[in-house]
T-cell receptor, first 117, second 112 residues
Framework: GAVVSQHPSRVICKSGTSVKIECRSL??????MFWYRQFPKQSLMLMAT?????????EQGVEKDKFLINHASLTLSTLTVTSAHPEDSSFYIC?????????????FGPGTRLTVL | QKEVEQNSGPLSVPEGAIASLNCTYS??????FFWYRQYSGKSPELIMS??SNGDKEDGRFTAQLNKASQYVSLLIRDSQPSDSATYLC????????????WGLGTSLAVNP
C-alpha cells in the first residue's frame, strides 16, 4: 500500500517552455501533497504544500507564478514549471500524506528529473 | 541553530556490524519522527516512524526516541552493503499543516 506515482520520470525541454509533472496517490486518498526539489548532492527542499480544493502554500523564496500547483482531486496534484530555464533543472519529487496511518506518514513518488537546455 | 541536525558522515561500518544514526531536533512540540532512506539518484523511502518515547523495532531496524533529550536514532543491525545510502531524519513541525522538517542526512557506507 501507500504507493505514489509520478509522471514523467524524466523530461528534457528547451528554455522557455512549460513542463507539467503529475503526482498520484494510487491506493489512498491524499488531501495534502508536498512538492520538493533536490539539487545534486544537496538535501530536499520543500517548495510547496498542495491542498486538495484550495490554493497551495508556497515556501519562502519559491515563486508561485513560476511553479503552478493544482490539486483538483484527492489523488492527483500537478506541478507546472512555467517558462523553464536551465537553473530550473533539478530533481522534483512529490510526496503524499496518508491520513489513514497512525503517524500521517509521507510517501514519496519516484521523482522527475528535469533538464532544461 | 538548525531545526533538525544530523551528522553528515560518511559513516562507514563493516558488513554485519550495527550502524547507529543520530538526529536531534529543536522544536519540543514535535510529535512524529521519521527515518527515510535515499539511494543516490532516487527518491526517499520511508523506513521507520516513531511517535512515543522508547524503542520501536522492525526487522533489522530499531528507532529510538527520547523527547526529553530531543533525540531520535536509528540502529541498523547486521548491516548489509545494500544499506549503503543517505539516511534522512524528518520531524513533524508544529502547526496544522504538519509539514516535515528535514535533516541534511547521514551518508552510510557498509563495506563488504
Amino acid at each position: 500500500g501507500a504507493v505514489v506515482s509520478q509522471h514523467p520520470s524524466r523530461v528534457i525541454c528547451k528554455s522557455g517552455t512549460s513542463v507539467k509533472i503529475e503526482c498520484r496517490s494510487l491506493d489512498f486518498q491524499a488531501t495534502t501533497m508536498f512538492w520538493y526539489r533536490q539539487f545534486p548532492k544537496q538535501s530536499l527542499m520543500l517548495m510547496a504544500t498542495s491542498n486538495e480544493g484550495s490554493k497551495a502554500t508556497y515556501e519562502q523564496g519559491v515563486e508561485k507564478d513560476k511553479f503552478l500547483i493544482n490539486h483538483a482531486s484527492l489523488t492527483l496534484s500537478t506541478l507546472t514549471v512555467t517558462s523553464a530555464h536551465p537553473e530550473d533543472s533539478s530533481f522534483y519529487i512529490c510526496s503524499a500524506r496518508d491520513l489513514g496511518t497512525a503517524y500521517n506518514e509521507q510517501f514519496f513518488g519516484p521523482g522527475t528529473r528535469l533538464t532544461v537546455l | 541553530q538548525k531545526e533538525v541536525e544530523q551528522n553528515s558522515g560518511p559513516l562507514s561500518v563493516p558488513e554485519g556490524a550495527i550502524a547507529s544514526l543520530n538526529c536531534t531536533y529543536s522544536d519540543r512540540g514535535s510529535q512524529s519522527f521519521f527515518w527515510y532512506r535515499q539511494y543516490s539518484g532516487k527518491s526517499p523511502e520511508l523506513i521507520m516512524s516513531i511517535y512515543s518515547n522508547g524503542d520501536k523495532e522492525d526487522g533489522r531496524f530499531t528507532a529510538q526516541l527520547n523527547k526529553a533529550s530531543q533525540y531520535v536514532s536509528l540502529l541498523i543491525r547486521d548491516s548489509q552493503p545494500s544499506d549503503s545510502a543517505t539516511y534522512l531524519c524528518a520531524v513533524t513541525g508544529a502547526g496544522n499543516n504538519r509539514k516535515l522538517i528535514w535533516g541534511l542526512g547521514t551518508s552510510l557506507a557498509v563495506n563488504p
